[in-house]
């Protein structure tokens, strides 16, 4: 997946549950990191892959 797709899925799935980037920060670790991959500057890791799921209920493959 590239940068801008890893971006939609985060935000379809945060604006589907209402959710901001900054609700996503306890997630991803930092605002920057929230920031630059809610805004498709930054790719995705693994772990952070891992964790949105968790956060999510979804499977990582949707953001990897």
Known sequence: WSSTQTFSCVQCSASMRGLKQADL?????SRAQASDLVNGKRGISKA???????????SAELFI
């Open 48 to 58: 952070q892959a891992k964790k949105l799921a968790e956060y999510f209920g979804v």
């Open 25 to 29: 920060v306890p997630v991803l670790g």
